[in-house]
């Protein structure tokens, strides 16, 4: 069974740029959640996908956005990119809609400078 | 808004001690997960608790569900310096513009001296 895996590990971004995550999900798994995780804190909601669709969105601006494939892999896009924005972005797989057991990635570091 | 409050933020404890780290809301949750982080990595899920009541036991680490399914605890027993580390929980609500998220507390950084 293969775990959830993110890419880039690590990322620099300068501020007003764009970026793009990717995220694939545990085998078997058809959700992905994405969370961002400020340093010293707990994870916050940004949005989850469910079959291709939206499923649910936290409080975060229409510049975050979000795409599911055909084989739930997931991107998370960010424009206009803000020194705010630096974090850990997480990705989670789980099966079926809802809040259930999420399984995470190892996450991406992105540094917006 | 849902507000999951976690305590203590901060544990320093010695080898062989024992901890709990507690987690409280003002709403119900479907289910309820806890979470250990190491840094530069992500959250591994512990275990999950769905019933009102529920004790679930890992090892040395037993997780107990409030009856209301508004709180729960962690407790470790005679903690060892491998369980340092960031714990989270992470509620699940039911339905409306909470569906699909998890809301995880603040966090719990343990600190197991030799």
């Known amino acids: 069974e293969t775990g959830v895996t993110q890419s880039p590990t690590h990322l620099i971004k300068t501020r007003g740029q764009q970026v793009t995550l990717r995220c694939s999900s545990q085998?078997?798994?058809?959700?992905v959640s994405w969370y961002q995780q400020a340093l010293g804190q707990g994870p916050q909601f940004i949005f989850q996908y469910y079959r291709e669709e939206e499923n649910g969105r936290g409080n975060f601006p229409p510049r975050f956005s979000g795409l599911q494939f055909p084989n739930y892999s997931s991107e998370l896009n960010v424009n206009a990119l803000e020194l705010d924005d630096s974090a850990l972005y997480l990705c989670?797989?789980?099966?079926?809609?809802?809040?259930?057991?999420?399984?995470f990635g190892p996450g991406t570091r992105l540094t917006v400078t | 808004t849902q507000l999951l409050e976690q305590s203590p933020q901060f544990l320093s404890i010695q080898e062989g001690e024992n901890l709990t780290v507690y987690c409280n809301s003002s709403?119900?949750?479907?289910?309820l997960q806890w979470y250990r982080q190491e840094p530069g990595e992500g959250p591994v899920l512990l275990v999950t608790?769905?019933?009102?009541?529920e004790v679930k036991k890992l090892k040395r680490l037993t997780f107990q569900f409030g009856d209301a399914r508004k709180d729960s605890s962690l407790h470790i027993t005679a903690a060892q310096t491998g369980d340092t580390g960031l714990y989270l929980c992470a509620g699940a609500y039911a339905g409306g513009t909470s569906y699909g998220k998890l809301t995880f507390g603040q966090g719990t950084i343990l600190t197991v001296h030799p």
């Open positions: 085998s078997g798994h058809n959700t």
């Open positions: 989670a797989s789980s099966l079926g809609r809802g809040g259930g057991e999420q399984y």
């Open positions: 608790v769905v019933t009102g009541g």
């Open positions: 709403s119900v949750f479907s289910s």
